[in-house]
């Protein structure tokens, strides 16, 4: 494809990405208006937000596989035209059935268009400098999405109602099918035409959903809760299912030898450690605004516009930073930043401002984003082939759709666990609460910073061998990246 055409391509893609993570949070903003518009229960009201985690986690390592043999080109647009339909339907919908019944749908379309989407970028872009900015612009767009919708989410529901937020996706899915069908690639398929693993398929995305349903349950109702317990373990025995039926199938959904790539395991368990550290600050800030400062959810939203510009601003220049530090270097400083940002911003006061206690620690997390985002997604990805790249683009949002869903459920408990534990005014007890989760988050940032001290670069000293890693020679061309500077 000719170099223009590659970045038109970059654009729509990093457009979809920003309007799937826009999804994540402009229906917060929005939820208040639907339930009391639709007289829906706050327990019914959860799922409406939820609903769409669940099937988009559960679904994203199914998608990036469809994603290789059925066609990127093809699947993407199959999302893009299902989170349309899906979104008619929540606007026009009238009863809280119907309405998580649409984003259930719309995660599902969700999961097909962001699979496909980062495995297009992969097979439009070879290993080298001009993948790290490509990837930089999409993980740009991805923050300024998760920033967004909380702004949007609040100028939409006051100025033209909830529906808004639904109608959105309708103009916007539909806008970027035709511009699709042109810009990206048409390969039918790219994955081994030997058969398709019903079984594998069956188990892995039965066994996310239900850990994706148990991670939410528990930051709504409790860890202990008897729902979140059998849900927890039905997703156990599936997953479980799942690895063995890996190992017998002769075409698996995912080969088993691609985990025999450190780098890979690495690096996917870094994507969701920076969610996790990282993206309940979007939601916990935004509590902090609005219920201590006293904000409009409009303002209150507003107030994250200022890290969306400084993540686009630097994560346009990541792809520079890897060239000239190194991958491992600009991973472990975005992770000291995250953790530093994040210490920071637990300094909160219950009479507190926004320019003195949330803005600076914000711009330096803008500034920690990109580079964690950018340098967990070029490693997941290093060496890929290009049949492997839907594979590997499924596992890394999976770890990253898993991170932001276990990050929000863990910090939001230990916020919830240290307010009650203060006696004393209700802001105080609050902002307590935020201190806390982000004090946390900032210890998990910690523990991903010593982590990426594991990464296998070539000039390096080796991390030390793992056990089941084997003989170090049969395994020394997945340890050894030839992208990592």
Not at 295 to 312: A, D, I, K, M
Not at 347 to 361: E, N, T
Not at 431 to 457: D, I, K, W, Y
Request: proline share 5%.
């Amino acid at each position: 494809m000719p170099a223009p055409d590659r970045w038109r391509a970059l654009a729509l893609l990093a457009c979809t990405q920003f309007v799937l993570i826009l999804d994540t949070s402009i229906i917060n903003v929005a939820a208040p208006s639907i339930g009391s518009d639709l007289d829906i229960s706050p327990a019914e009201l959860s799922w409406v937000a939820n609903a769409y985690l669940v099937s988009f986690g559960g679904l994203l390592l199914l998608s990036g596989r469809a994603a290789d043999l059925l066609g990127r080109r093809r699947l993407f647009v199959a999302g893009l035209g299902t989170l349309a339909a899906a979104s008619l339907l929540g606007a026009l919908a009238d009863s809280a059935q119907l309405l998580i019944t649409a984003r259930v749908v719309q995660g599902m379309g969700a999961a097909m268009a962001a699979a496909a989407a980062l495995a297009l970028l992969l097979s439009l872009f070879d290993d080298g400098p001009e993948r790290h900015k490509a990837l930089g612009i999409f993980a740009a767009m991805a923050g300024a999405g998760g920033a967004a919708g909380t702004v949007l989410g609040g100028v939409l529901t006051s100025w033209l109602g909830w529906e808004s937020t639904f109608a959105l996706n309708v103009i916007v899915g539909l806008g970027l099918i035709l511009p699709a069908r042109r810009l990206l690639p048409a390969r039918s398929r790219t994955g081994d035409e030997g058969g398709f693993d019903l079984p594998g398929a069956v188990s892995v995305t039965g066994g996310l959903a239900l850990l994706a349903y148990a991670l939410v349950n528990a930051g709504e109702s409790g860890w202990r809760e008897p729902v979140t317990l059998v849900t927890g373990a039905l997703a156990v025995v599936l997953l479980a299912v799942f690895l063995l039926v890996e190992r017998r199938v002769r075409h698996p959904l995912v080969p088993p030898a691609i985990f025999r790539r450190r780098t890979l395991r690495l690096a996917n368990v870094l994507a969701g450690m920076w969610q996790m550290s990282l993206f309940p600050m979007f939601f916990l800030v935004s509590l902090y605004l609005q219920a201590v400062l006293g904000y409009e959810p409009v303002t209150g939203g507003l107030g994250l516009l200022p890290l969306s510009v400084v993540v686009v601003l630097v994560a346009s220049g990541t792809d520079r930073l890897i060239g000239r530090f190194g991958l491992r270097a600009v991973m472990c400083a975005g992770f000291v930043l995250v953790a530093i940002g994040l210490v920071w911003q637990s300094l909160l006061s219950p009479s507190g401002s926004f320019v003195a206690d949330v803005l600076p620690p914000s711009l330096l997390l803008g500034i920690a984003l990109p580079l964690v985002s950018v340098t967990t997604a070029v490693a997941a990805t290093l060496g890929t082939e290009r049949d492997e790249t839907g594979l590997a683009s499924g596992l890394v949002n999976t770890s990253q759709q898993f991170g932001s869903v276990i990050g929000l459920a863990l910090l939001s408990g230990v916020a919830a666990a240290r307010t009650s534990a203060v006696s004393g005014p209700r802001d105080a007890a609050l902002t307590e609460g935020f201190s806390a989760a982000f004090l946390a988050g900032a210890a998990l940032a910690v523990v991903a910073a010593l982590l990426t001290l594991r990464l296998a670069v070539p000039g390096a000293p080796a991390p030390a061998k793992e056990p089941g890693d084997g003989d170090a020679g049969a395994d020394r061309s997945t340890d050894r990246d030839p992208a990592l500077p």
